[in-house]
C-alpha cells in the first residue's frame, strides 16, 4: 500500500466520523506494532495539511517485560517531528505473574487503556488515537456475539466521561493486510509484541475462522463491515 492510500483511507475515516476539530491535541497510542505506526505515520502527515489544525503527542505504554525494546518508536518519532513519551507499568507483572490470568487479553487492554489515557490526560490531549484497524473492527463484533452473546464493537468515536477524552479511530477503514503491505513497503521497524500469549488468543481464533469461512462466503469481511455501519450499534450511526 502506497503512502497515499492510507491518507485517503484515513482521511476518509476521519471526516466521516469528524474524528478531528480545530485546535485538538491528540495522543496516538504507539504499541510499535504495525497498525499503530500506520496511525502514527499518517497522522504525523496529516497534521501538515488538514483544514482543522491540529497537535499530536505520541505515548507508548510498556507493560514492563525485559523484551520490550522501544528505542525504533523513538527513533521514529523523532524523525517526524512527534513528541515521544514511553510509560512505564508493571502491567505484565500484574496479569501473568500476581494473577494468573487464564484469559488476560480483556483485562490487559483495560489497564493499557487506563495507563494511555492517563498520560495523555496529564499532557494535555483532548483525544487518543486508537490503531484498530477494519479486520479488528470485525473480529471484536464476533467475539462480543460468541462469548458475549451481544451485538457490539469498537465505535469510530467514543467518549469517556470520567477522563473527559475522546477516542478516534482513524485506520477503521484500513484493512489488515493493507497496513501490514505498507510497513513492509516502507521499511517501518516494527516492534514485535513481548506478550507471551501473543497469536494464542480468543481473537486469533476468531482470525483463523473468519479467513476459513472467507473461503466459503464471497465478501465476508466486506459484507460484516457494512452491516456493522448500518446498525444501531453505539457509535456508528449516532
Given at each position: 500500500?502506497?503512502h497515499?492510500?492510507?491518507?485517503?483511507?484515513?482521511?476518509?475515516?476521519v471526516e466521516d466520523?469528524?474524528?478531528?476539530?480545530?485546535?485538538?491535541?491528540i495522543?496516538?497510542?504507539v504499541?510499535?506494532?504495525?497498525?499503530?505506526?500506520?496511525?502514527?505515520?499518517?497522522?504525523?502527515?496529516l497534521?501538515?495539511?488538514?483544514?482543522n489544525p491540529f497537535?499530536?503527542?505520541a505515548?507508548?505504554?510498556?507493560?514492563?517485560?525485559?523484551?520490550?525494546?522501544?528505542?525504533?518508536?523513538?527513533?521514529?518519532?523523532e524523525?517526524?517531528n512527534?513528541p515521544?513519551?514511553?510509560?512505564?507499568t508493571?502491567?505484565g507483572?500484574i496479569?501473568?505473574?500476581?494473577?494468573?490470568?487464564?484469559?488476560?487479553?480483556?483485562?490487559?487492554?483495560?489497564?493499557?487503556?487506563?495507563?494511555?489515557?492517563?498520560?495523555a490526560?496529564?499532557?494535555?490531549?483532548?483525544?487518543?488515537?486508537?490503531?484498530h484497524?477494519k479486520?479488528?473492527i470485525?473480529?471484536?463484533?464476533?467475539?462480543?456475539?460468541f462469548?458475549?452473546?451481544?451485538i457490539?464493537?469498537f465505535?469510530p468515536?467514543s467518549?469517556?466521561?470520567?477522563?473527559?477524552?475522546y477516542?478516534?479511530?482513524p485506520?477503521?477503514?484500513?484493512?489488515?493486510?493493507e497496513?501490514r503491505?505498507?510497513?513492509?513497503k516502507y521499511?517501518?521497524?516494527?516492534?514485535k509484541?513481548p506478550?507471551?500469549?501473543?497469536?494464542?488468543?480468543k481473537?486469533q481464533e476468531?482470525?483463523?475462522?473468519?479467513?476459513?469461512?472467507?473461503?466459503?462466503?464471497?465478501?465476508l469481511?466486506?459484507?460484516v463491515?457494512?452491516?456493522?455501519?448500518?446498525?444501531?450499534?453505539k457509535?456508528?450511526?449516532?
Amino acid at each position: 500500500m502506497k503512502h497515499q492510500k492510507l491518507l485517503s483511507y484515513v482521511r476518509r475515516a476521519v471526516e466521516d466520523y469528524q474524528m478531528i476539530a480545530p485546535g485538538d491535541r491528540i495522543a496516538i497510542g504507539v504499541s510499535g506494532g504495525k497498525d499503530s505506526l500506520c496511525t502514527l505515520l499518517a497522522l504525523a502527515d496529516l497534521r501538515r495539511f488538514y483544514p482543522n489544525p491540529f497537535e499530536i503527542e505520541a505515548i507508548t505504554v510498556s507493560l514492563g517485560f525485559p523484551s520490550g525494546d522501544y528505542s525504533p518508536v523513538a527513533a521514529l518519532c523523532e524523525k517526524i517531528n512527534v513528541p515521544f513519551t514511553l510509560v512505564e507499568t508493571d502491567i505484565g507483572q500484574i496479569i501473568f505473574e500476581e494473577r494468573k490470568e487464564k484469559n488476560p487479553c480483556s483485562l490487559c487492554a483495560k489497564m493499557r487503556k487506563g495507563a494511555l489515557n492517563d498520560a495523555a490526560e496529564k499532557l494535555g490531549c483532548n483525544k487518543v488515537a486508537l490503531g484498530h484497524n477494519k479486520d479488528d473492527i470485525i473480529e471484536t463484533f464476533f467475539l462480543s456475539l460468541f462469548y458475549e452473546g451481544r451485538i457490539n464493537t469498537f465505535a469510530p468515536v467514543s467518549f469517556l466521561d470520567r477522563k473527559q477524552i475522546y477516542s478516534i479511530r482513524p485506520l477503521m477503514y484500513v484493512p489488515e493486510y493493507e497496513a501490514r503491505s505498507y510497513v513492509k513497503k516502507y521499511e517501518i521497524p516494527v516492534v514485535k509484541s513481548p506478550c507471551p500469549v501473543d497469536g494464542e488468543t480468543k481473537r486469533q481464533e476468531i482470525k483463523e475462522l473468519i479467513a476459513s469461512l472467507s473461503k466459503q462466503y464471497d465478501n465476508l469481511e466486506g459484507k460484516v463491515f457494512s452491516a456493522i455501519r448500518r446498525s444501531a450499534i453505539k457509535g456508528w450511526n449516532d
